[in-house]
């Protein structure tokens, strides 16, 4: 829980969702036992969010769901609308084997995927602030998962910033930063917006260096947002921006931009997209691309092997 006191009321609506999503976790596990979820192996991986398509993924889902709370949580939040079941359930429809991989997590914040990536077998670092922005999970939460969740392997945590990684080049076989780009938008701790223009600058930056220690043959995968900023009103997110004092809305690309900055630049920069780019702009204006957000805010994934 995050309120310092909470009301008898607060801490019994937590500890029943805690109990609520331990017994997801058990049951998902009993039910993909009997009813097995069978993977479908092809699909695409550069491409905008749609509801249709985070359907689809239903053992990518299965498979998550059933490792602790945290992505249980995620997996099947009616908040989240699919939007984490498209961004991590993608990275797995590409990669199906992960056994004796390096993996590298740029920005993991409070995220237990990478230990889901260990337990599948990689040897997984993680990156993050060396004063992370989101806080990690604790108290009577982490104390039944510790007992529900699965064993995960290696992981090993590093700080320091995303626009100097303190890796060897070529050190990586995977490379993966999700729904963590948007965040260039703001100075940590500081707390402050960055303008447009440089956050493109600082976005190259950590585009090249995940590039850098990314593995000739080795794929980096990116999730971030994206937003029509000239249609949208409202952001459901708005009250977690990381600035104190900036515009109305933010945290996301312009969708217009996308290509651009994400596609194109990693083609220039000696990488090729797997399976080529489905990425269309113009599908930001269709409701099934809407992320949880809201209207005119959707999310986008990018797979490349570099060369």
């Not at 997801?24 to 550069?46: E, F, H, Q, S």
């Not at 998550?64 to 949580?73: A, I, T, V």
């Not at 596609?263 to 000696?270: D, I, L, M, P, S």
């Amino acid at each position: 829980m995050t309120t310092a006191n909470p009301s008898t009321r607060a801490r019994v609506s937590y500890g029943w969702r805690v109990v609520r999503q331990a017994a997801g976790v058990l049951t998902a596990r009993v039910r993909a036992a009997v009813y097995p979820a069978r993977r479908d192996g092809t699909g695409v991986a550069n491409v905008m969010f749609s509801a249709a398509r985070a359907r689809t993924l239903g053992w990518e889902r299965s498979a998550l769901e059933r490792f602790d709370l945290y992505l249980y949580d995620v997996m099947n939040s009616p908040r989240l609308a699919g939007q984490i079941v498209f961004e991590y359930g993608t990275l797995l429809r590409a990669l199906s084997q992960w056994s004796g991989l390096r993996v590298l997590d740029v920005g993991t914040g409070g995220s237990t995927f990478p230990r889901w990536i260990s337990h599948a077998g990689a040897v997984v670092t993680t990156f993050d602030l060396s004063k992370p922005a989101e806080k990690s999970w604790g108290g009577f939460q982490k104390r039944v998962n510790d007992i529900v969740c699965r064993r995960a392997g290696a992981v090993r945590a590093v700080a320091g910033s995303m626009r100097a990684l303190p890796f060897s080049d070529a050190s990586f076989d995977i490379v993966t930063s999700l729904s963590v780009l948007e965040h260039l938008d703001t100075d940590l701790p500081a707390r402050t917006f960055v303008p447009y223009v440089e956050q493109q600058h600082r976005l190259a930056t950590v585009m090249d260096e995940m590039i850098r220690v990314t593995k000739p043959g080795g794929f980096l995968y990116v999730t971030s947002e994206c937003c029509d900023f000239e249609r949208a009103t409202d952001d459901g997110w708005k009250q977690a921006y990381y600035y104190d004092q900036g515009p109305e809305l933010s945290g996301a690309w312009p969708v217009q931009d996308v290509s651009r900055l994400f596609y194109e630049y990693v083609e220039a920069h000696g990488c090729a997209l797997a399976g080529g780019s489905a990425f269309v702009a113009e599908n930001i204006g269709r409701p099934d691309h809407w992320t949880w957000r809201g209207r005119y805010f959707g999310g986008f994934s990018m797979l490349a092997r570099k060369r």
